[in-house]
C-alpha cells in the first residue's frame, strides 16, 4: 500500500513539472501556430488600370504560393469602387486606412513588403514602418529610375543617398527590370539579396465578365479576331484630370504637342496594314484615364476611311477587370503602355512594347523575360520601321504568337515562385 502511493505520488510531482514547464511557454506555442501576416504597402492610384492591377497581382501570387499567409493591406489610394473589388476577389484581406487601423497593423503585422511601382513609391511609409517596429520589410517589382529624365520619378523619395541606404536594409529588393538592378548595385546598393523580379501586376487575374462579354457583343469583336492597341503621350497629362490636382505643366505639354502626331502615325500604320491585310479588327482602347481623347485625336481620326469599319474606339475609361477579360479574348496587343502587356503576357497573351526616352527603364523588363523581338524604342528610326511588321506578323501567325507569349509567362510564372520562396524564408527568421 505504502509503495503504491509512492508511484502515484511520484506521478503527480512528473506531471506537475511537466505542467509548469508547459505554463512558461504558452507563447511560444502560440506563435508558432500562429499564421505570419504582412503588410502590404501598395494601392498608389486608379486612374490607371496598371496601377490597379500591382495590388490584385501581388496579393494572388501570395495567395497561390503561400495561402497560410495573411496580409493586410495598407493602401495608398483606393477610389472608383477599387477597394470593393479587392475585398470580392480577396475576402481573407483586410484594408488599413484609418490612423488606428494602421497603427494595428503596425502591431500585428510581421513583415513590411512594399509592392510594384514606377519606383520606391512609398519609402515614406517603408521608413515610417523600420522607426516604429524595427520589423524587417522588402520590396517587391520597382524601378529604380537612373537618368536625368527619370530624375523626377525620384523626387517624392528625398535624398537619393538616404534612399540607397534605406533600400540596402531591406530584407531583399526586387526590380522589376534588370537596368535597375544595375543602377542600384552601381549606386552602392547592398541589400543581401537583389535581383530580377517581375512587376506585380503579372499576377493580377482581376475579372469582370459581365462588363467585358456585353462591350465585346456590343461591337462585334470576336474571340481571338481582333488586336487591342493602346495610345500615349510622351508624358501623362495628369492635369487634365481634377482628381490629381496637378497644376499646368507648360514644357511636357509642349513635348506632347511636338511629338503626338509623328509618335502615333506608326500606330495608324500598323492598324491600316492589319486591317487591310487581315481578317483581324483593332480595339483602341485606353490604360489610363487620359488616353480615350489621345487615341481618338491622333489615331482614330487619322486612319483612312475604309480602315474604319473594322476598328473600334473605345470613349470611355475601364477597370483593370474588363480590361484583362478583355485582353484575355483578344489575338494580342500593341502600343505604347506598359502595364497592359504586362497583364497581356500574365494570361499568355501576346504583347507589343513601344518606348521612348521620356519613360523609365521599365521596358527592358520584357528583354528580362525573353521578348526583346517585341520591344521597340521608338527613338530609334531603324526599330521604328519593324513595329508594323512586328505587329502583321502577330495578326497574321497568331498561333506563333501565343506560343512565344507562353514561353515569356512560364519564366515569369518561376520568377515569381523564386520570389514568393524567398519572403517565406524571411517571414520564417520573422
Not at 474588363?322 to 494570361?347: D, K, R
Amino acid at each position: 500500500m505504502k509503495e503504491k502511493v509512492s508511484m502515484t505520488t511520484r506521478r503527480d510531482m512528473l506531471n506537475a513539472l511537466l505542467l509548469s514547464g508547459l505554463a512558461g511557454t504558452p507563447r511560444l506555442f502560440a506563435d508558432e501556430a500562429r499564421p505570419k501576416h504582412i503588410l502590404l504597402r501598395s494601392s498608389w492610384q486608379t486612374v490607371n488600370i496598371g496601377d490597379i492591377a500591382h495590388t490584385p497581382g501581388v496579393l494572388r501570387i501570395i495567395e497561390r504560393e503561400l495561402p497560410d499567409v495573411e496580409v493586410t493591406l495598407w493602401p495608398m489610394k483606393l477610389d472608383n469602387g477599387v477597394d470593393e473589388i479587392l475585398r470580392r476577389r480577396f475576402p481573407r484581406l483586410r484594408i488599413a486606412t484609418t490612423k488606428q487601423e494602421v497603427t494595428n497593423a503596425f502591431d500585428e503585422c510581421d513583415f513590411l513588403l512594399h509592392g510594384s511601382g514606377a519606383n520606391f513609391v512609398s519609402e515614406r511609409g517603408v521608413r515610417r514602418w523600420k522607426a516604429e517596429t524595427a520589423k524587417p520589410y522588402g520590396v517587391y517589382g520597382i524601378t529604380l529610375p537612373s537618368d536625368k529624365r527619370s530624375a523626377m520619378q525620384r523626387s517624392n523619395m528625398g535624398n537619393f543617398k538616404e534612399t540607397i541606404e534605406l533600400l540596402s536594409q531591406a530584407s531583399f529588393v526586387f526590380f522589376r527590370d534588370s537596368r535597375s538592378l544595375a543602377f542600384a548595385k552601381e549606386s552602392g546598393c547592398s541589400s543581401p539579396i537583389m535581383q530580377f523580379g517581375p512587376d506585380g501586376a503579372f499576377g493580377c487575374d482581376l475579372r469582370n465578365d459581365e462588363a467585358a462579354t456585353k462591350f465585346l457583343q456590343a461591337n462585334d469583336l470576336q474571340k481571338g479576331k481582333f488586336l487591342c492597341c493602346i495610345p500615349r503621350l510622351r508624358f501623362t497629362p495628369y492635369w487634365v484630370l481634377s482628381s490629381k490636382k496637378r497644376p499646368f505643366d507648360r514644357v511636357r505639354d509642349k513635348r506632347n504637342r511636338e511629338m503626338a502626331s509623328k509618335d502615333h502615325q506608326v500606330l495608324v500604320e500598323a492598324i491600316t496594314q492589319v486591317v487591310q491585310q487581315t481578317d483581324m479588327k483593332i480595339l483602341l482602347c485606353p490604360e489610363d484615364q487620359t488616353q480615350m481623347q489621345v487615341g481618338k485625336q491622333h489615331v482614330w481620326d487619322q486612319l483612312p476611311e475604309s480602315a474604319l469599319e473594322r476598328v473600334v474606339w473605345k470613349p470611355t475609361y475601364w477597370l483593370t477587370g474588363e480590361a484583362v477579360v478583355t485582353y484575355i479574348q483578344s489575338a494580342g496587343l500593341f502600343g505604347f503602355e506598359m502595364h497592359s502587356p504586362i497583364m497581356c503576357i500574365g494570361h499568355g497573351v501576346p504583347a507589343i512594347v513601344c518606348r521612348w526616352a521620356e519613360q523609365t527603364t521599365k521596358g527592358y523588363m520584357w528583354e528580362d523575360i525573353g521578348l526583346s523581338d517585341w520591344l521597340f524604342d521608338m527613338d530609334d528610326p531603324n526599330q521604328v520601321a519593324r513595329v508594323v511588321p512586328t505587329v502583321l506578323e502577330m495578326a497574321k501567325n497568331p498561333v506563333a504568337a501565343k506560343e512565344k507569349a507562353a514561353k515569356a509567362q512560364a519564366r515569369v510564372l518561376d520568377l515569381q515562385a523564386e520570389t514568393m520562396q524567398i519572403l517565406n524564408e524571411q517571414l520564417d527568421r520573422s
